[in-house]
């Protein structure tokens, strides 16, 4: 089955401290994964995707095939990530069919 | 240049009505996606439209269906209403072929009564 696990509903921490989103996947294939966030009152958006193998606002995210993991990290969070976060997968071919975790809501205190 | 959009903003409607969502994707997209948002659910994928044909279908009854026009402007509806159906349904386009990022409106909150 495809399915993407978020285990945290709610993540809070401190101005300055790590983060770690979590998410695991389960799909039979090669994925590509995605982080999208959704600020307050503002639409969801892609943060980043594995493919791209790059940095976004300070938030790196590293696929780890064999843990069938996903996970977000940030060295040092700032007030202004606090968003709901959803990991998404996508399977290959020819199709944008995004499977959605259940989201993480982040909030960093200050 | 102008993002998603989507009409109408908010809806509410009976059980056993019928209701047609719209979405204009951005200029020069070609797929659109329709996703409801629930909070017990979440983001569930519902349909995925390209160069006016649905190119993939999730798990959801007859009752929702879809189509794209020569535009790429695509419309859901959901016929024979029920409480159940009550969410936020949400469109994102992007350009052709699969991992292109996808663009999300600002949804349709249907509430049925």
């Known amino acids: 089955a495809q399915r993407v696990t978020q285990p945290e509903k709610l993540l809070s921490v401190f101005k300055g401290a790590p983060v770690e989103l979590k998410c695991n996947y389960s799909y039979s294939g090669s994925p590509e994964l995605f982080w999208y966030v959704q600020y307050s009152r503002q639409r969801l958006q892609l943060l980043l995707r594995?493919?791209s193998r790059e940095s976004i606002k300070g938030f790196t995210a590293d696929l780890n095939k064999g843990e069938t993991s996903f996970h977000l990290k940030k060295p040092f969070a700032q007030e202004e990530d606090s968003a709901m976060y959803y990991c998404a997968l996508s399977g290959r071919g020819a199709t944008n069919k995004l499977i959605f975790g259940t989201g993480t809501l982040l909030a960093v205190q200050p | 240049k102008a993002g998603v959009t989507q009409t109408p903003r908010y809806l509410i409607k009976t059980r056993g009505q019928q209701v047609t969502l719209s979405c204009s994707p951005i200029s020069g997209h070609r797929s659109v996606s329709w996703y409801q948002q629930t909070p017990g659910q979440g983001l569930q994928f519902l349909f995925e439209y390209f160069s006016e044909t649905q190119r993939n279908k999730g798990n959801f009854p007859g009752r929702f269906s879809g189509r794209q026009f020569s535009n790429s402007r695509s419309e859901m509806n959901v016929s024979t209403l029920e409480l159940g159906d009550s969410a936020l349904y949400l469109c994102a386009s992007s350009y052709s072929g699969s991992y292109n990022e996808q663009f999300f409106g600002p949804g349709t909150r249907l509430t049925v009564l």
């Open positions: 594995h493919i």
